[in-house]
């Protein structure tokens, strides 16, 4: 009997030391807290594909979180899909001429700096009246037809994870860059819409393909607020649409759900949805960690919360990091939508969290 206690006891404790800790991501076989922002783009929709990618502008990106102590930067990829993946008509062929090799390298880049990356597939831009027909045709296409997506997962996605899943730079794949701005129950008057029963099934059938391809592999979606995410919010449609229960009755396939959640939050939401108000648990989202992956910080503060504690709260709050909008890129005067003092904004808050919490923050 007291070889059994004693065994008994060996698989509890060894069992609470793999258990993922709370308000972390499981990254690299350590719990980290997501302590950076976002780079989202350098060249809109052309980081990646045909043409030059401005490797100087992410080494300067890179070297500049680095230096402020950050662990994570999310990257758009497709983005529109004007220049990457490829396709014939309606349908995707490849992943385009130099878009493995392209990420290969800003990936190789950012573990150079050991910045982890969250790598965005699509935004609601696809759909974007003004990018034409023969953009938003195909994009339109692509999300109401499962067979039109599963040409997309067979000649680009899955090439795109079996050659780069493995790379140690990468935190997670993400679908979805607030797709709801593109869907009949939200959308915004500037984009084309489909239902968000289209958006739901593309993202269960795209990341069950991830999880078949890497089974190691996080996969997330980025969603515009919390009215995509909790049925208490104020708003006709709001839901959880991106529940396991939801996506797999929206696709049917069982390993098609989510990792783990991210929300972004900007000043319209109003306290009601903001998760500098509230913590993690109050928005009732079962298990799963959720990231705080798009959000400005202010010179000022934000209804009663100065901007110098906005990544305290996200972490005092259980929330598992905190990604700024975004990195001032090469021509740094830049100021449209006050992206450039946002991020300037974020890097003394980035370099405090850091020496605050090394043990949650720094990339073994």
Not at 65 to 70: A, F, K, Q, R
Not at 307 to 327: F, M, T, V
Request: glycine share 10%; proline share 4%.
């Amino acid at each position: 009997m007291k070889f059994l206690l004693t065994n008994a006891l060996i698989l509890i404790v060894s069992s609470s030391i793999f258990a993922q800790e709370k308000g972390k991501i499981r990254y690299n076989n350590q719990d980290l807290w997501l302590n950076g922002g976002n780079v989202a783009w350098v060249n809109f929709a052309r980081d990646i594909g045909p043409g030059n990618t401005r490797m100087d502008a992410f080494e300067d990106m890179f070297r500049n979180v680095s230096e402020h102590g950050g662990n994570a930067m999310r990257l758009w990829l497709h983005t529109t899909g004007a220049v990457s993946p490829e396709f014939d008509g309606f349908e995707v062929t490849g992943p385009g001429e130099g878009t493995i090799e392209d990420l290969r390298s800003i990936l190789d880049k950012a573990w150079e700096y050991k910045v982890g990356m969250v790598l965005c597939l699509w935004s609601f831009d696809m759909l974007r009246a003004r990018n034409g027909e023969l953009i938003t045709d195909r994009a339109k296409a692509l999300l109401e037809s499962s067979v039109l997506t599963q040409r997309y997962i067979d000649n680009a996605l899955i090439p795109m994870v079996e050659a780069l899943g493995d790379h140690p730079a990468i935190i997670a794949w993400e679908i979805f860059n607030e797709p709801e701005g593109m869907s009949n129950e939200f959308g915004w008057e500037f984009n084309r819409h489909v239902p968000m029963s289209a958006i739901q099934r593309f993202i269960n059938q795209t990341t069950g393909a991830i999880h078949r391809t890497d089974p190691d592999a996080m996969v997330s979606n980025g969603a515009w607020s919390f009215r995509a995410l909790w049925e208490g919010a104020e708003h006709p449609h709001a839901k959880n649409y991106y529940s396991d229960e939801e996506l797999i009755a929206a696709g049917g396939d069982s390993l098609g759900t989510l990792d783990f959640y991210m929300v972004h939050y900007y000043s319209w939401a109003g306290t009601e949805l903001s998760p500098f108000h509230h913590p993690k648990d109050y928005w009732g989202l079962d298990d799963k960690e959720l990231v705080v992956a798009e959000f400005g910080v202010p010179d000022d503060d934000l209804f009663g919360v100065p901007g110098e504690e906005h990544y305290q709260r996200l972490y005092d709050g259980g929330y598992a990091g905190a990604l700024s909008w975004q990195w001032v890129d090469w021509y740094s005067n830049r100021t449209q939508g006050g992206h450039a003092q946002s991020w300037l904004n974020s890097l003394p808050l980035i370099k405090e969290m850091h020496e605050k919490y090394p043990g949650a923050t720094t990339i073994k």
